[in-house]
């Protein structure tokens, strides 16, 4: 390898070890479908055994945003993995989709392929959990962009589904029951706020004050990923709408599902909240405002069906609750 190259800071020899680290991982995630092996110039996949009549290909990338910082505090790097497929995974499902590929992209100031492994891992495990092969990605050390002993994550999905059957919420109509989803916490939008909040109260991560474990595995625990259940949804009845609720909470996420005039009303008495959202509320003083526009308050998926299949959607999926419904106006409204 080149000298030069390694002094300036780029080790090539650490990238190698951390690519044979991670290809057990990356080989669990295998379909059919997948051809080549990891380390070609692209990932190759099959698709010509898919029998859709009008194939649609949906996709879908997103980050893992300053949850990454806890990571880097905690030392725990084996869950933000399954943070960035969910948030991918979890998009295209609300539009109806099955996820099929996934590929990564960690950008690092050096390469620990310890570390690396870590994040693959977790990586791996959220597309066993999605259904989807991760066949391909990149690391990229890169020092002078980021310190030493941090990086940053980015993540890319394709899924398949018939076009008769793209959610784009034109189906939706007042009346229409909305069913929510539970969420695993906090997930991973948010975190500025959350970090905020722990700094200006010098809250320590290793403790656990009123919350059931340690602040840092209440807030490190894993996205939700919801494509299994809602799989199960689009096979007991017939779905209208889905709002992902990531960045933005509640207000803004819940009318990218509506179509032009109709909005919502939520009961807040019908779900549950995670301890953590009332510990945050308190110690960072928010309003119900402020915690229904930047969290997903124990709802990590809203769904829009006919109020004679609400029963059916609530029994095919274990946590699945009636949390509201379609309303005229183009208002979110809580109570």
Known sequence: MSEAYKKSGVDVEAGYEAVARMKKHVSSTSRPEVMGELGSFGGLFDISGH?????????????????????FETGKHDTVG????????????????????FLDYIGCGKNDPEVIEAIV?????????????????ETAEMPGMYRQSEYDLAGFTVGMTEKRDV????????????????????HSNG???????????????????????PLKEVLLTPTSIYVKDIQKLRGAVELHGIAHITGGGFYENIPRMLPHGLGAK???????????????KEYGELSDQ?????????????IALSEEEAGAACDAVDGAVIIGEVTDGEDVNIV
């Open 51 to 71: 029998r859709y009549e009008e194939p649609v290909l949906v996709t879908g990338t997103d980050g893992v945003g300053t949850k990454l910082k806890l990571a």
């Open 82 to 101: 399954v943070d960035l497929v969910a948030m991918c995974v979890n998009d295209i499902a609300a539009q109806g989709a099955d996820p099929l590929l």
């Open 121 to 137: 891992q977790g990586i791996a495990a959220g597309c066993r959990e999605a259904g989807c092969a991760l066949i391909g990605g």
């Open 167 to 186: 959610l784009t919420g034109d189906k939706v109509k007042e009346g229409d029951v909305l069913i929510g989803l539970p969420s695993s916490g906090v």
């Open 191 to 213: 975190f500025s706020l959350v970090r905020s909040i722990l700094d200006e109260n010098n809250l320590s991560l290793e403790e656990s004050y009123t919350l059931p474990a």
């Open 266 to 280: 939520i009961n807040a008495s019908l779900f549950s909240v995670p301890e953590i959202f009332s510990f945050l």
């Open 290 to 302: 402020d915690m229904y526009s930047t969290f997903n308050m124990g709802i990590g998926m809203v």
